[in-house]
């Protein structure tokens, strides 16, 4: 837990009342419905209030999933209060909507309210996603959409006699692995109850308009599930149809139309509401709700984004957002063709993150090449291979790098038809992951996951301007190509004269090609991505205190230079740096690849290790990859 409180939670948690709700009394009373607008109005405060530090500490927040459930968290804390033929575990399919997690463990004693003040801050348990045995009064992890109501058709069969609960969401029902869960649930008449927010928003836009066609009720009945429509704002018809649905023997589904954010105006129905309220807007919510001044402003304005002082040396002050350059990149070669040409030869497909990887600025320049996918990797990353399934089409599709884990089997299919798709997996790694373990982008070995007689390319650019040299190459290049960038943005590359960047000028980058930075008698170090400025970083304080120490740059993961390899083989040490996993990141197989060359130096290497800390830039030195963790390990090898 973080050391110390902001302040005390000026939201008391304790005016929560607790009632108890039967489903056979399908109707509210007065008083009832009462409680239940009082507790509904308290706990929504509670989450803008402190879901807005997540704003304000720069580390996002997601507001709007969150505040928009409250009412059927409301009435399922009712319904546990009375029964305990009920699991008492509220699962969420939603990740982003961890701040109902949180304020339940705060509701149940777990963790004390003023705690909340702490979201999404490293080190505080706090982090953007739940996860089970971090935060105290947590009792589940979740956070890539599709993934839980399967496990939770599992706890049913292993609970037969309890009725279990999910929220879930247009976005999350998207998902194809919920279409298998629909017809397990069904199949084994599982006594599984969803509870669906339908607010017709995710990060993309609206389904309604870029998923014409898509309807959870007609998609869910088709299942063979039970289904309530039913307005989410309207209390007195949200219980009738959840009494409904725990009443019906059988899986049901309530589905709980509603606009995203109701009531809080800066982001009511807009995608805006689907991230963290602005601060300025949370603290306009509080004044409009009567709140006394400042109860919202003497901790919201108090909260700075945490610093980063340290200086590196080696890279500019400047930084690149990779996963932006990306697009800008893709339009680069698509600004060389005409329209009908481009419309013809390239289609690009979003799977609803087109503003977090790059697609958006394609989406803006080139729409003639765009189609929104919805939240369906799986399905839109075999789309972009079918598009590509002609030898002089090319199909184009983006993610993050986490959710690569998820179309492996796409992606082995997509090869074996000999299909040109260009992969961009952005937030990969660790850095800047305030989402935390769920979302860390480190297993990214698995998309070469071909034969030795069928080659996959796997780059990983390590500034702007080396993104933009790998797509323009490759972009045209047949079979499948993978372009990792990172969550975080990066600086640009120096050369040894710490004035001219490396990338710029006459660079031109060659596939399979490891690029010697600086030559080095005392060894050498071997980086890619966000890894290289910190290892150069380190190299360089090593060789000014008379080290003499390499760095290798290898944008090419997979692919062993035979020249470079032996060069380095032959010095005293090689360190390969990644925040890939170290069980099966780069460094797991270099080794390998000098040993088969009958090269021994000392070896050692340095990758993720453990689940994250949350916060921002704290997720590097959390995993020991800081430079001084790199400085540590060069002078341990060069001993």
């Not at 302040?7 to 607790?18: A, E, G, N, R, V």
């Not at 706090?126 to 109501?149: I, N």
């Not at 809080?264 to 689907?274: C, F, L, R």
């Not at 977090?356 to 996918?373: D, M, Y």
């Amino acid at each position: 837990m973080a050391a110390a409180n902001l302040s005390q939670f000026p939201i008391d948690l304790k005016k929560y009342k607790k009632l108890v709700l039967d489903p056979t009394r399908p109707q509210l009373t007065a008083d009832q419905k009462a409680a239940l607008q009082h507790n509904i109005q308290l706990l929504r405060d509670a989450i803008v209030l402190f879901t807005a530090t997540g704003a304000a500490r720069g580390v996002s927040g997601h507001t709007g999933g969150a505040y928009d459930t409250v009412p059927e968290v409301c009435l399922l804390l009712s319904l546990f209060e009375g029964s305990e033929k009920y699991l008492p575990i509220i699962f969420d399919e939603a990740g982003h909507r961890v701040a109902t997690q949180y304020l339940l463990a705060a509701l149940e004693g777990a963790i004390p309210p003023e705690h909340l003040l702490h979201y999404r801050e490293a080190n505080s348990k706090l982090p953007g996603h739940p996860e089970l045995g971090l935060t105290p009064g947590v009792k589940f992890s979740s956070g890539r959409l599709g993934h839980m109501w399967p496990l939770v058709n599992g706890v049913a069969l292993a609970n037969r006699d309890k009725v279990l609960f999910c929220l879930g969401s247009d976005g999350s029902q998207q998902e194809g692995n919920d279409a298998e869960a629909a017809r397990l649930a069904v199949a084994q008449n599982l006594n599984v109850k969803l509870l669906i927010d339908d607010n017709d928003v995710t990060i993309a836009g609206h389904p309604s308009k870029y998923l014409t066609g898509y309807d959870l009720a007609r998609t869910l009945e088709g299942h063979g599930l039970k289904v309530y429509v039913t307005q989410g704002e309207d209390i007195d018809a949200l219980w009738s149809s959840l009494a409904a649905a725990v009443t019906h023997d059988g899986p049901a589904a309530v589905i709980c139309k509603r606009v995203m954010a109701p009531g809080v105006p800066d982001i009511e129905g807009s995608t805006h509401g689907h991230d963290v309220i602005p601060v300025k807007s949370a603290i306009k919510y509080f004044e409009a709700r009567g709140y006394a001044p400042n109860v919202a402003g003497d901790i919201l304005l108090n909260i700075k984004p945490a610093a980063v002082p340290y200086l590196y040396i080696g890279s500019t002050k400047e930084v690149g957002a990779n996963r932006v350059v990306f697009g800008e990149a893709v339009n680069l070669v698509l600004d060389k063709l005409s329209k009908e040409e481009a419309a013809r030869k390239v289609m690009v497909i979003d799977s609803d993150l087109e503003g977090s990887t790059g697609l958006k600025v394609i989406h803006q320049k080139h729409p003639e090449v765009f189609v929104p996918g919805g939240i369906m990797e799986r399905s839109n990353f075999s789309a972009a291979a079918g598009f590509g399934f002609d030898a002089n089409k090319f199909g184009v599709f983006s993610t993050f790098s986490a959710f690569l884990e998820m179309i492996v089997s796409e992606v082995t299919m997509a090869r074996l038809n000999n299909c040109n798709v260009l992969c961009h997996f952005s937030h990969a790694g660790v850095d800047e992951m305030a989402d935390n373990t769920c979302h860390f982008g480190v297993n990214n070995f698995f998309a070469d996951n071909g034969l030795s007689d069928v080659h996959s390319w796997l780059y990983f650019p390590a500034d702007a301007l080396q993104m933009v040299a790998i797509v323009q190459r490759v972009f045209f290049e047949r079979g499948i190509r993978f372009v990792f960038s990172t969550r975080s943005k990066v600086p640009y590359i120096l050369k040894e004269d710490g004035k001219s960047r490396y990338f710029d000028g006459d660079y031109k980058f060659v596939p399979g090609k490891d690029e010697t930075i600086v030559e080095g008698k005392a060894g050498y170090v071997v980086s890619f991505g966000e890894m290289l400025y910190r290892s150069w970083d380190a190299v360089l304080r090593c060789r000014q205190e008379g080290l003499d120490v390499g760095l290798i740059n290898k944008p090419t993961l997979n692919v062993v230079d035979e020249q470079t390899i032996r060069k380095i083989g032959s010095s005293p040490f090689v360190l390969v740096v990644e925040s890939f996993n170290q069980k099966t990141g780069l460094g797991s197989k270099f080794g390998t690849w000098l040993l088969e060359r009958q090269l021994t130096p000392k070896y050692g290497y340095m990758g993720t290790t453990k689940e994250g800390c949350g916060g921002l830039s704290e997720q590097i030195p959390f995993q020991n990859l800081d430079p001084q963790s790199i400085i540590l390990k060069i002078k341990q090898l060069s001993q």
